[in-house]
């Protein structure tokens, strides 16, 4: 199984970037995904679920009403389309997949992850 994210990079308060999640050696519509962040010296949290039942999105209050997650299922890929940035969002952006049909925000939880994508947001 392979997780690889993209899209990450530098960009000024209030614009946007897409991030991407390409999963191989899965079938992808089996497994629910997540996204999640990390700052250096934090515990790592969730941003973005979607769910192998029914495509289901949720979202963390903090990010609620500027992304949104969406599956591509054909492609194998999940986006993660990041709008109006703040610098509190700069962080190491993951995305892990779990073998159930329902999305959960513990990170244990996640059977594989990607490397990571850094996202940094000045101010």
């Known amino acids: 199984v392979q997780l690889v994210e993209s899209g990450g990079g530098l960009v000024q308060a209030g614009r946007s970037l897409r991030l991407s999640c390409a999963a191989s050696?899965?079938?992808?519509?089996?497994?629910?995904i997540g996204w999640f962040r990390q700052v250096a010296g934090k515990e790592r949290e969730g941003v973005s679920f979607?769910?192998?039942?029914?495509?289901?999105?949720y979202y963390a209050d903090a990010v609620k009403g500027r992304f949104t997650i969406s599956s591509d299922n054909a492609n194998n890929t999940v986006y993660l389309q990041m709008n109006a940035l703040e610098p509190e969002d700069t962080a190491v952006y993951y995305c892990?997949?779990?073998?159930?049909?329902?999305?959960?925000?513990?990170?244990?939880?996640?059977?594989?992850w990607g490397q990571g994508t850094q996202v940094t947001v000045s101010s």
């Open positions: 892990a997949t779990r073998y159930s049909d329902y999305v959960s925000t513990v990170v244990d939880e996640y059977d594989y």
């Open positions: 050696g899965i079938t992808f519509a089996d497994y629910s």
């Open positions: 979607i769910s192998a039942s029914d495509n289901s999105a």
